[in-house]
């Protein structure tokens, strides 16, 4: 029941389908039964006064009919019974979507005035990138006065441009405890392949070991990811996508050790879970250690989750012991079986997805996509995935009301064609 209400709620054909069959069914159901109220029904009201006078003429002849009366009486009170609840059920589940839809119209506006809000407190006006970069000015090599003339080549290689917008929140039940979640969305320009590219690396780390520990070990993770990381990309002449990739997982393995040592050395178990995305031009290079999560949105394909869960509920799915929408109620389902800090080695997953303009990757803990569906993310990337900023604050804002049991962290980047 609970997949047809979540596939109700996303495919509005199933929605045209169910009401189809439900106006077929009444009027068969009508037609079948002799209208409404029943042919039977009325002949059993009809016989039930003159039962005495019947069984006098006919004797035990009667008992035959009647039961047979009565049985098609029955059945036909359960069958339009049922189709009532149906319908009633139908309608409940409609009123629920439109206030559901309210609600979210709701938090969009808010969200969206506290954006106007914050960008009215600012002394200038910030202009879209495309709009404030100034190209490159060649120099003479001669001292004459002559006009310097722009250089548009590089920009018509900038195929691609990336916005970003970054939720945060300690949760609802966590408000007066440290955050044990850390986020870098980091965007720059380098040269790949002879040409001038932009690249954004975009980490997410969720904490494990207490609070304090936990905080420690995050925050340790993407330090050491953006020291690993960046100086291999920028100092690097000759850089390939299998490169790239293994730089990722490279950075990935640093920070294993690194949140392992300071276990040791503070001599506590503290860990993390971790996924990361380098996107340079049109690919995304993704990785993963634990449940965090990075999700890849395009419009005509939808919502699909790139990384793989390495927890306990994962496997039980794997395995068809559970179904997939059990994982978000399954007591167990916090439990990890691969994490950084737990061991000297760890086996990072690694993902390459194609990206194309208006694509967005949404990278995320556990603290969000635990509280919020994906249908509901989904629906959220469709409806503002333009503006990852105001994706990402309804994003956060729908955890919240969610439940907000952990720390929600998330990351929304739009692949968006740029403007030269």
């Known amino acids: 029941m609970k997949q047809f209400k979540l596939a109700y709620d996303l ?3 199933l929605r045209r389908v169910s009401w189809g ?17 029943p042919r039977a ?90 709009a404030r970069q100034k190209p490159p000015m060649t120099l003479t090599k001669s001292f004459e006065k002559e006009p310097l003339t722009p250089t548009h080549s590089w920009q018509r ?13 300690v949760g609802t039940t966590r408000k007066h405890k440290p955050n044990e979640d850390s986020l870098v969305a980091f965007q ?35 330090q050491t990811v953006l020291q690993s990381v960046l100086p291999s990309i920028v100092g690097s002449e000759e850089m390939t996508d299998d490169i790239l990739a293994e730089v990722l997982v490279e950075g990935v393995e640093q920070a294993n050790l690194a949140v392992l040592q300071r276990s040791q050395e503070v001599k506590a178990e503290m860990g993390a879970t971790i996924t990361a995305a380098f996107v340079m031009d049109t ?85 969000l996509w635990e509280m919020v569906r994906d249908p509901e993310i989904e629906n959220t990337l469709k409806e503002m995935g333009s503006n990852p900023e105001l994706a990402s604050k309804t994003l956060v804002r729908a955890a919240l009301k969610g439940g907000g049991l952990d720390n929600i962290s998330v990351i929304v980047v739009q692949v968006a064609p740029a403007t030269v």
């Open 283 to 367: 690919t995304a290079f993704v990785v993963n250690v634990g449940d965090s999560r990075t999700y890849h949105y395009r419009a005509c394909e939808g919502l699909s989750q790139v990384t793989r869960d390495h927890s306990h509920v994962a496997r039980l799915v794997a395995a068809g012991q559970i179904g997939r929408d059990e994982i978000y109620t399954h007591p167990d389902r916090n439990q990890v079986y691969r994490g950084l800090g737990a061991e000297s080695r760890v086996k990072v997953d690694r993902f390459t997805v194609p990206l194309q303009g208006n694509d967005c990757l949404m990278l995320c803990s556990d603290g």
């Open 41 to 130: 029904w009325m002949l059993l009201f009809a016989v039930l006064p003159q039962l005495a006078h019947l069984w006098a003429l006919r004797g035990p002849a009667i008992a035959l009919p009647v039961t047979l009366l009565v049985f098609q009486s029955l059945t036909w009170l359960i069958t339009w019974g049922l189709f009532i609840g149906v319908c009633g059920a139908m309608i409940r589940l409609w009123r629920l979507m439109q206030h559901e839809r309210k609600e979210f119209e709701a938090d969009l506006q808010e969200a969206h005035d506290e954006i106007t809000e914050e960008q009215d407190m600012l002394p200038w006006s910030p202009l879209p990138l495309p």
């Open 21 to 37: 069959l439900l106006a077929v069914a009444g009027i068969g159901i009508y037609y079948l039964s002799g209208g409404f109220p």
């Open 188 to 222: 720059g320009t380098c040269i790949y392949n002879c040409r001038l590219l932009p690249f954004g690396l975009f980490v997410v780390a969720d904490g494990m070991g207490g609070y304090a520990h936990g905080q420690d070990a995050s925050y340790l993770a993407i």
């Open 11 to 13: 495919h509005p054909w």
């Open 157 to 169: 290689q900038l195929s691609l441009h990336l916005n970003v917008g970054v939720g945060w929140n």
